[in-house]
């Protein structure tokens, strides 16, 4: 399997997704800019977020899918048909329960992340949090369909479904925001409407595909249908990775936690600031970090199953390779070219040059960290595939306390912006340490050739730096805002510039992109 190739696969139809998602930021950027109201939906729409990632995308996806993936390897496609149905029935159960218990408590939750939101703002919050609670359920079932189109090697659609989240939070915005604010309702609830379609969208569609291989879970409603799938022995397995799991993936969103109620507090607009920022930094995470692990984690899972740890090495190393290839030249437009990049998307409408100057500064520090929080993509399914989610749950718990010191550091200094710093360097470090673990472990052992690579990747860099520290500085970038379509063919321009320097330079040097896809 050309593993270059697939990665690519699922990077193009993300770059689709994160397009949509800064046109949709954009749109919610313009139309309200960045106010309490704003930072009202990001706190309503956190919080479902947050579970998501934590039950889904993040500890049951970790859990799950190298479960899955030795099944299938190992037992065969009855057994791993039987597995399927159990979890999927145990995980609906519990998924409907806690979106019961969330709509109930959101008042609590919004003060949990928000309690320095203007009192109409968070009263809206709690209204917008109730409405969009069981886009948990959508999603959690999408992650679960996602994690086995991917073991049976199916990645277009988990990596084009985004996209729908995106087109129905653009439409319904476009259509309702007028005939609320008229009506005398927040023009911002139509986001929250325009979230809830996506994520029943997103779920409808993974149904004909798990359809075509012959994987369609089969959920039992009934009490006596639940107990029966959580006495499977695989349910078992899977919530005892989970725990760990849980732990690792809940340091982090304890992490983002503390971010937005700091930033609630900051200023008026400070979390929507953050927000921005993050969907710019997301945008590389969404094309090379997700789409490498979602290659990669059940290959490696595989691998692990079958002893081939030779070949567990090479894929670690592979992806290793990819990030610094991929991620260290975005990491350098995000710190360099961070203000052009921000006037480009979201300097129109009610978002001012004063809400450009305090996201790009977010957005700086989010590229110090980003070449750490894409090499943990990577680096911790090595532990998952190995059936470890402990250590990257204990390194997780150390991270967050330094980011929380880094948090008291830089908070004070450059504000919100610090916030975005405190979890890049966080990232740097996690990603350090899980290195040192693998190698540790005599599970990653480096192949050959890493300091020329590293060279050519660092001379490539620094000349496409060298141009957009140029093109930042001698433009002006706000100004050029008066004339819509000339900044962004400017933009267009010296984004396909930096990448051709970039590249040709690592031509030049002597890097050639067929030795990069090879299979393994």
């Known amino acids: 399997m050309n593993l270059l190739r697939a990665a ?95 709509v109930l408590a959101a008042p609590l939750l919004v003060w949990l992340l928000g309690a320095g939101l203007p009192d109409k703002a968070f009263d809206a919050s709690v209204a917008m949090t109730r409405f969009m609670f069981p886009y948990i359920t ?82 039992r409603l009934s009490w006596g249908g639940f107990m029966e799938s959580r006495a499977h022995p695989g349910v078992g397995r899977v919530l005892v990775q989970m725990g760990p799991a849980l732990l690792g993936v809940g340091v982090a969103q304890v992490s983002l936690m503390i971010n937005t109620q700091i930033s609630s507090h900051i200023a008026e607009g400070a979390t929507s600031w953050l927000n921005y920022a993050d969907r710019l930094m997301e945008f590389p995470i969404g094309l090379l970090g997700v789409a490498l692990s979602a290659v990669l984690t059940p290959q490696l899972s595989a691998a692990q199953a079958s002893g081939e740890t030779e070949r567990y090495s090479r894929l670690l190393d592979w992806g290793l390779r990819m990030v610094l290839l991929l991620a260290l030249p975005c990491a350098v437009a995000l710190m360099v070219f961070a203000s052009p990049l921000t006037a480009v998307l979201y300097h129109r409408g009610a978002f001012s040059a004063v809400d450009v100057a305090n ?10 960290g980003l070449l750490g929080l894409i090499a943990i993509k990577v680096l911790a399914p090595g532990f998952y595939a190995r059936q470890d989610t402990g250590t990257p749950a204990k390194i997780a718990i150390g991270v967050l306390v330094l980011t929380q010191l880094f948090n008291v550091a830089f908070v004070p200094w450059i504000g919100v912006a610090g916030l975005a710093l405190s979890i890049g360097l966080g990232a740097l470090v996690n990603a350090s340490w899980l290195l040192w673990g693998l190698k540790k472990l005599g599970a990653y052992r480096p192949e050959p050739g890493w300091l020329a690579f590293g060279l050519r990747v660092g001379l490539g860099c620094a000349a496409m730096g060298a141009l957009q520290y140029l093109l930042a500085t001698r433009l002006d970038w706000i100004a050029l805002g008066g004339h819509e379509w000339q900044r962004a063919l400017v933009m267009a321009a010296s984004l396909g510039g930096s990448a051709v320097v970039y590249f040709g330079v690592l031509l030049l040097a002597g890097l050639r992109p067929r030795a990069l896809g090879r299979p393994l």
Do not use: H
């Not at 996201?359 to 110090?368: I, K, L, P, R």
């Open 138 to 219: 959508c999603m959690s079932l999408v992650a679960l369909a996602a994690g086995i189109l991917n073991t049976w090697k199916r990645f277009v659609v988990p990596a084009a479904t985004p996209v729908l989240l995106n087109l129905s939070v653009i439409v319904v915005g476009w259509s309702l925001v007028g005939p609320l604010e008229r009506a005398g309702y927040p023009g911002i609830y139509a986001m929250a409407f325009g979230v809830m379609l996506g994520g029943v969208l997103q779920l409808l569609v993974q149904w004909p595909a798990l359809r075509a291989v012959g994987a369609m879970p089969r959920m």
């Open 359 to 368: 996201t790009a500064q977010s957005v700086m520090g989010w590229g110090v």
């Open 8 to 102: 690519s696969t699922i990077s193009l139809l993300t770059l689709t997704s994160r397009i949509t998602g800064l046109v949709r930021e954009t749109m919610v950027a313009g139309l309200f800019g960045a106010t309490a109201m704003t930072d009202a939906f990001l706190v309503a729409f956190r919080i479902p977020n947050l579970l998501r990632r934590l039950f889904a995308e993040g500890a049951f996806s970790q859990a799950f899918v190298p479960i899955l993936a030795a099944t299938r390897a190992t037992e065969g496609e009855a057994a791993t048909q039987r597995l399927i149905d159990a979890v999927a029935t145990v995980l609906l159960w519990v998924l409907v329960a806690t979106s019961i218990v969330g």
